[in-house]
């Protein structure tokens, strides 16, 4: 399925492909965008919904030029509105993005997004082809989803109550909690409640 956004005047190219394997296998689905750089909100927001709807799926691979340089995916920060607002899309959807060092103009660009762990493999940055600046990349989609081995816990937020969590978090007096603390302490104080509450 093809789709073109002609939201603004600033249309955001995208393309969907559902990749079906032998029976009883999952369905894949591929997202191809280019974003440019000057794109509106009410754009990016009708893009968002649609980064949201294949994210849904059991297996998504979303790649291309979203023209956010100013995300440090290292740090999980961006620097500008518009980009910290794609950088809240790619958390809500709990993305992860697979590309390390792809960069053009010191800024990484060409991006690599799933929302299974071990869904893409074998990342192999070429180059570029021809005189465009767009870095190639070559990936594998792993049929099987290779079973990620941590001793770290992950927790299932898609699966959380967070009108229990609100609550929780509503109940306790701050006021009493934090009164005379230093900024190190109030913080110490607020994560042991955040993550008993999360508990």
């Given at each position: 399925?093809?789709?073109h956004l002609?939201?603004g005047?600033?249309?955001?190219?995208?393309l969907?492909?559902s990749?079906k394997?032998?029976?009883?296998?999952r369905?894949?689905?591929?997202?191809?965008?280019?974003?440019?750089?000057n794109?509106?909100d009410?754009?990016?927001?009708?893009?968002?919904r649609?980064?949201?709807a294949?994210s849904r799926?059991?297996?998504l691979?979303?790649?291309g030029?979203f023209?956010h340089?100013?995300?440090?995916?290292?740090?999980?920060i961006?620097?500008?509105k518009?980009?910290?607002?794609?950088?809240e899309?790619?958390?809500?959807?709990?993305?992860?993005?697979v590309?390390?060092?792809?960069?053009?103009?010191g800024?990484m660009?060409d991006l690599?997004?799933?929302?299974?762990?071990?869904l893409v493999g074998n990342v192999?940055?070429k180059?570029s082809?021809?005189?465009n600046?767009?870095?190639?990349?070559e990936?594998?989609?792993?049929?099987?989803?290779?079973r990620a081995?941590?001793?770290?816990t992950?927790?299932?937020?898609?699966?959380?109550?967070f009108?229990?969590f609100?609550?929780l978090l509503?109940?306790?007096p701050?006021?009493?909690?934090l009164?005379?603390?230093?900024?190190?302490?109030s913080w110490?104080v607020f994560?042991?409640?955040?993550?008993?509450?999360q508990e």
């Amino acid at each position: 399925m093809e789709l073109h956004l002609g939201v603004g005047g600033n249309p955001t190219d995208t393309l969907w492909v559902s990749i079906k394997g032998r029976a009883g296998t999952r369905v894949t689905i591929v997202g191809v965008c280019y974003r440019p750089l000057n794109q509106d909100d009410r754009a990016d927001e009708a893009l968002y919904r649609q980064i949201g709807a294949g994210s849904r799926s059991q297996a998504l691979v979303l790649m291309g030029d979203f023209s956010h340089p100013h995300i440090y995916w290292r740090d999980d920060i961006a620097g500008y509105k518009q980009s910290r607002r794609f950088l809240e899309c790619v958390d809500d959807n709990f993305l992860l993005q697979v590309i390390e060092n792809s960069k053009r103009k010191g800024a990484m660009l060409d991006l690599v997004l799933t929302n299974k762990e071990g869904l893409v493999g074998n990342v192999k940055l070429k180059g570029s082809l021809g005189c465009n600046d767009h870095e190639m990349v070559e990936f594998k989609i792993l049929r099987a989803v290779r079973r990620a081995h941590s001793k770290l816990t992950a927790l299932d937020f898609r699966r959380a109550d967070f009108g229990l969590f609100r609550d929780l978090l509503g109940s306790v007096p701050w006021d009493k909690a934090l009164e005379g603390r230093g900024a190190q302490e109030s913080w110490l104080v607020f994560k042991d409640h955040l993550l008993q509450a999360q508990e």
